[in-house]
């Protein structure tokens, strides 16, 4: 089930992230639910830099640092095109 979990929680960031960069046109779903996934090392390692904890489990908190994290990816994705 954790699986299942992180595809469900990765997708959700990823389309929520993508809407708040303005990139939803741009990418699919499945590049979406990547970017969730990834995103949530990404705000992990971010959270545990100031001291929080990163994902913690199937919640909004997780979801929270896993959007962050997926918000970085595309910034940094768009800077290093430019």
């Known amino acids: 089930m954790g699986i299942l979990f992180s595809?469900?929680?990765?997708g959700l960031a990823g389309w929520i992230a993508?809407?708040?960069?303005?990139s939803d046109a741009e990418q699919g779903m499945l590049i979406?639910?990547?970017?969730?996934?990834?995103g949530g090392?990404?705000?992990?390692?971010?959270m545990n830099f100031f001291g929080q904890p990163g994902v913690t489990g199937f919640n909004f908190?997780?979801?929270?640092?896993?959007v962050v994290g997926a918000i970085i990816l595309i910034a940094l994705g768009r800077a290093i095109r430019k």
């Open 61 to 66: 908190y997780s979801l929270i640092v896993s």
């Open 7 to 10: 595809l469900i929680l990765g």
């Open 32 to 38: 979406d639910i990547i970017l969730g996934i990834v």
């Open 18 to 22: 993508s809407m708040i960069m303005k």
């Open 41 to 46: 090392f990404v705000g992990s390692f971010v």
